[in-house]
């Protein structure tokens, strides 16, 4: 099952019925911080969890789990067709997430176009299951990963297991694009 892109859903049915972090945490007992990890791909949670998160956005489990198992052999996704993907928004970060496989469902891989305007940056380091690719397309970033701090600049590249507190920003005053490929499997 794709678990990115039932973070994904999560986030848009709340933002779909116009509930806030805050309600949507309130009704499933949980803080605003959890359920921002768990829209932003964070953290997964369990089964009773999700079960929560379903009853206080007003759908069923199934409706929440429907078509995440579909698998064409080929998608193609144009340029106009790419999926705006509001992922870590938080004061300083205005950066986007454009997804360049949203057609297929059901995948090992979820590749982002990330594009990071000047000073973007996201709030902290987090882990999450599986592994992640990076590669600076145009610009430079600065990426944190268990505390270490390394420069990017356009060419660079870098592959790394994310179960361990990573982030990105952008320190310079160019707005700068990262083709960000995450292995969903683990």
Request: with cysteine; charged share 30%.
């Amino acid at each position: 099952m794709n678990l990115v892109e039932l973070a994904q859903r999560i986030r848009s049915r709340r933002l779909k019925r116009r509930l806030t972090l805050e309600e949507v945490a309130s009704r499933t007992g949980q803080t605003r911080s959890w359920l921002s990890k768990v829209e932003n791909f964070r953290i997964t949670p369990s089964l009773p969890a999700l079960a929560e998160i379903a009853a206080a956005l007003d759908v069923s489990l199934s409706e929440l789990f429907e078509g995440l198992e579909e698998k064409p052999p080929l998608v193609v996704v144009r340029r106009d067709e790419r999926k705006l993907m509001e992922r870590d928004q938080s004061e300083g970060n205005d950066s986007f997430y454009e997804s360049l496989a949203h057609k297929r469902t059901v995948r090992t891989m979820d590749p982002f176009l990330v594009t990071l305007p000047p000073g973007a940056a996201q709030e902290e380091a987090l882990p999450h299951p599986g592994e992640e690719f990076l590669f600076v397309q145009t610009g430079a970033v600065r990426f944190e990963y268990d505390g270490e701090t390394y420069h990017l600049d356009a060419g660079d590249s870098l592959y790394f297991d994310a179960d361990h507190p990573h982030r990105i920003d952008n320190p310079t005053e160019e707005e700068a694009v990262v083709l960000c490929v995450f292995n969903t499997k683990t």
